[in-house]
Structures are given as structure tokens and as C-alpha cells.
């Protein structure tokens, strides 16, 4: 049985749809801190923060994988720094210390480019560079890290990760990260045909569509475990662009589409962060590939959403 924490989210309501559609509804149980209605599966309201809960369900329904995907991300952590800390952190240690105790198999957790900072190389980042985050969501995610990496070399848990670039999916809405406006901006091009965007003009940032990062992350959970060298997380690269680039490539449908530019400071955050990413590690360990570019992603977008 495999247990996704976190299923509301942006990544957990695609990945449930994934999982159940590919080893049974009754085979996938989805959770989150609030009721999910049109589940096709089994369902549990949890608070990833209840110890004692979550261990009562692993045993109950006999979990073997656990896809944890609970987070506060980047922008809505700052406004709430401890409990940004306390959510990310104290549920990760929960799972883990499951996995230790030999209670479950295999872990998933997903990091972020936002472990990387300004002293990072912005261009072509490599896997293994300076990490200076400069966001309690950047450093939750690097201190999540070396936990993982941690209980693998001293304990043999087989935990596996992904630094997620921004994602853009249609599914669901925008979650509170700095990358969202590359969500946000597909809405109001349909509804209001004009977006005021977050981010300046000219800030490159790697992103991925939804669909690459569902399929990569159950691609690294299916590898062989000795083909997981990176017991961290893998930097995973995805297309690199700017405000005005994906506006352009969205006028290409929509020729009337208007955008226009009000940074926040959300700015100071994706100044932080990579323009782009070395995921090469990814590739020659267990063969991961890109499928969809800008063009590709924004007609599937423009598509589903219209």
C-alpha cells in the first residue's frame, strides 16, 4: 500500500491520479489536513503534525511507500517562519524515523531549487554547489537534505528525492511559491486576458510542467535502489524563462494577451535562485528526460484550462 501525505496540494492531487491509475485505486491512500472530495480511493483526514495518527495509519493500512509531499512553501512560509520550520521539519523526522524503524520501505520527499542562493552559480547550477538559502522554506529543504542523506548512510533507509524547479500544472491552483506566477499567468490570460505579474521583467527561473515532475518522481521511486547514487536530492532541470517569454509564447494563442509588471517580494526571492539547472546526475544515474518545453506546455495549458 502507499500512502501520499499531502494530497490536496499542487503535486499531490496530480501524483494520487498517477499512482491509483497505475496500481489500483484501493492500492493508494490519499491524506490531507482537510476533507478531498471525488476521491477514487481511500481517503484519511491528517494532520501530518499528529505523530501518533500517522503511525496509527501505516499499520492499519499496512503502508509500504510513503510519497511525502507536506509542505509550506516559499512565499507563505516567510509570512510564518516557526511554523514554516515546524511543518516542514517535524513531519519529515516522523517519516523518516518510520522507515528507520523498518515500519515502511521506501520514502519519497521532494526538495526545491530554493536550497540554492545568492552565492550559488546561477547558470547550469550543478548538483553539488554552494547552498546558502535565504528563505525558511530554502533552508527547511537543505537541513531536509542532509536528514535524508543522513538516515541513509547511518540507518539504510531508502529515501528518495527530487529538488522540484517551479511547476506548472492546470489541475489545481496556485499554492503560495514564487514560481506560481508561470501558473497564475494561464489563468488571467484566459479569464481577464491580461496578468500584472510578481516577478520583474527578465527573471529567468527553471521550471517544469506538472507532467514531467509527476512522471519523473515516480520514475526515480521505480529505479533500482543501486542505480540511487544521490541520497540527498537531485537537481532536476526543466525549461528556464522569464515573465515575458512565457507572455510571448501565450500571445501566440491568445494575440491580445497583455502583461504588465509589479514586483513584490517574492522578487528578492527568485533573484535567490538559479536561472538554470545542471541535472546531468539525474540523467546518467537513472535516465531521466525532459518532454515537454514552452510550446508544448503552454497549447496543453491554454487547452485544458480553456
Known amino acids: 500500500m502507499i500512502l501520499v501525505l499531502g494530497a490536496g496540494g499542487q503535486v499531490g ?73 515546524k ?15 523498518k515500519k515502511i520501505k521506501k520514502v519519497f520527499w521532494p526538495s526545491s531549487i530554493a536550497v540554492f542562493g545568492p552565492n550559488t552559480p546561477r547558470e547550469e547550477t550543478p548538483q553539488h554547489t554552494v547552498t546558502d538559502p535565504t528563505t525558511v522554506y530554502g533552508i527547511s529543504k537543505l537541513a531536509g537534505e542532509r536528514w535524508c542523506e543522513y538516515y541513509a548512510k547511518n540507518y539504510g533507509v531508502d529515501v528518495r528525492s527530487i529538488r522540484y524547479p517551479g511547476l506548472i500544472g492546470y489541475k489545481s491552483l496556485p499554492g503560495g511559491g514564487t514560481t506560481d506566477y508561470a501558473v497564475d499567468i494561464y489563468h488571467k490570460a484566459l479569464e481577464e486576458g491580461k496578468y500584472e505579474c510578481f516577478l520583474q521583467k527578465g527573471t529567468n527561473l527553471p521550471m517544469m510542467y506538472m507532467e514531467d515532475a509527476i512522471r519523473a518522481t515516480i520514475e526515480l ?8 547514487k544521490i ?25 491580445n494577451f497583455e502583461i504588465s509588471y509589479a514586483p513584490d517580494f517574492r522578487q528578492k526571492i527568485a533573484e535567490s535562485w538559479p536561472g538554470s539547472i545542471d541535472d546531468s546526475a539525474a540523467k546518467e544515474d537513472w535516465g531521466w528526460q525532459l518532454e515537454y518545453d514552452m510550446a508544448k506546455m503552454t497549447e496543453d495549458m491554454l487547452k485544458n484550462l480553456g
Not at 511543518?87 to 524503524?101: H, I
Not at 540527498?232 to 491568445?254: M, Q, R, T, V
Open 231 to 255: 541520497k540527498s536530492s537531485y537537481n532536476l532541470g526543466g525549461i528556464s524563462f522569464a515573465p515575458e517569454d512565457i507572455a510571448d509564447e501565450i500571445k501566440k494563442h491568445l494575440p
Open 87 to 101: 511543518l516542514n521539519m517535524e513531519t519529515l523526522f516522523t517519516v523518516l524515523d518510520l522507515a528507520k524503524d
Open 13 to 85: 492531487s496530480e501524483l494520487v491520479e498517477k499512482l491509483r491509475a497505475k496500481h489500483g485505486n484501493d492500492k493508494v491512500l490519499a491524506t490531507d489536513v482537510r476533507e478531498l472530495e471525488n476521491q477514487s480511493g481511500p481517503f484519511e483526514v491528517l494532520n501530518a503534525l499528529d505523530r501518533e495518527k500517522l503511525h496509527d495509519i501505516v499499520e492499519r493500512y499496512k503502508i509500504e511507500e510513503v510519497y511525502h509531499l507536506v509542505a509550506l512553501l516559499s512565499a507563505t512560509a516567510e509570512k510564518n517562519p516557526e511554523f514554516g520550520w
Open 221 to 228: 521511486m521505480e529505479a533500482p535502489e543501486e542505480k540511487v
